[in-house]
């Protein structure tokens, strides 16, 4: 596996909940800390990987399912240097479902997971793929508890709601801390300290994950590294593709050519 090249595909579903799914092939890098602002279902297919999840490091094994709650910091690596594969669904659920493993110990649900990705390259909307979906879904539940202590008080979230939203919509630009504070109506220093109490990133490494986050629906679009580069606001290719290959796990040249025939 170790002799492969490296290859993520991502594509959408679809369907009205906004699902997405990431498919992993020899991924041998490691990825830095960061989130996502859904639930990441995933299924370990092949070797092993390290999670660094609420403060445990824990290593995933062949079929083992785990779940990652949305805006929960976190980063993974390839175990022990050797490359891995994986496959994730990204899902839309109600916030308030917690889930406090990081692995499920579930064996029909893995079943409709690998029945599900088998489909999902060939059908993105087959009857039989909205079926596995929903049964997916409710096995999931069960394994969650009702109340999420990860959602924070109104108060704080209502501070610094305006300037991440400001983040999503501008993060192609170049925003200062003082920029996003603004925004939130608080000194550089409470924002920034408020808005790591809310998410678990600083406003910077938040504004990152969202830049490389758009960069790859526009590397897609605009079917070209260089007009991307400058298009999300970079000057220097060689950094673009530094950054894209530290968050998203392949460069920016090898994303676009795996990812073609799922425009």
Not at 50 to 56: D, H, L, P
């Amino acid at each position: 596996m170790k002799n492969e090249q490296e290859k993520i595909i991502h594509f959408e579903l679809n369907t009205k909940q906004g699902i997405s799914v990431t498919h992993g092939y020899n991924i041998s890098n490691a990825f830095p800390v960061h989130f996502h602002t859904t639930y990441n279902l995933g299924i370990i297919e092949l070797g092993e990987r390290e999670f660094a999840y609420r403060g445990i490091k824990t290593v995933l094994k062949q079929n083992d399912i785990f779940i990652i709650q949305p805006f929960e910091p976190h980063s993974c690596k390839s175990f022990d240097n050797s490359s891995h594969r994986y496959k994730i669904i990204s899902i839309n659920l109600d916030i308030s479902n917690y889930f406090p493993q990081l692995i499920i110990h579930q064996p029909d649900l893995l079943s409709n997971i690998r029945e599900f990705h088998t489909l999902a390259e060939y059908e993105k909307s087959s009857s039989r793929l909205m079926d596995l979906l929903e049964e997916i879904i409710m096995q999931l539940k069960t394994c969650s508890i009702g109340y999420n202590p990860a959602i924070l008080d109104e108060e704080i979230s209502s501070k610094i709601h305006l300037a991440k939203q400001f983040i999503e919509k501008n993060c192609q630009l170049d925003i200062s801390l003082k920029e996003m504070s603004n925004i939130a109506c608080l000194s550089e220093f409470h924002f920034n300290r408020l808005f790591h109490k809310c998410y678990g990133l600083s406003p910077y490494a938040y504004y990152l994950v969202c830049k490389m986050k758009k960069s790859q629906k526009v590397l897609i679009k605009q079917k070209s590294v260089i007009e991307t580069t400058y298009n999300i606001g970079f000057f220097d290719q060689s950094h673009f593709t530094k950054l894209f290959k530290k968050h998203i796990g392949v460069t920016p040249g090898k994303y676009l050519k795996d990812n073609k025939k799922y425009e």
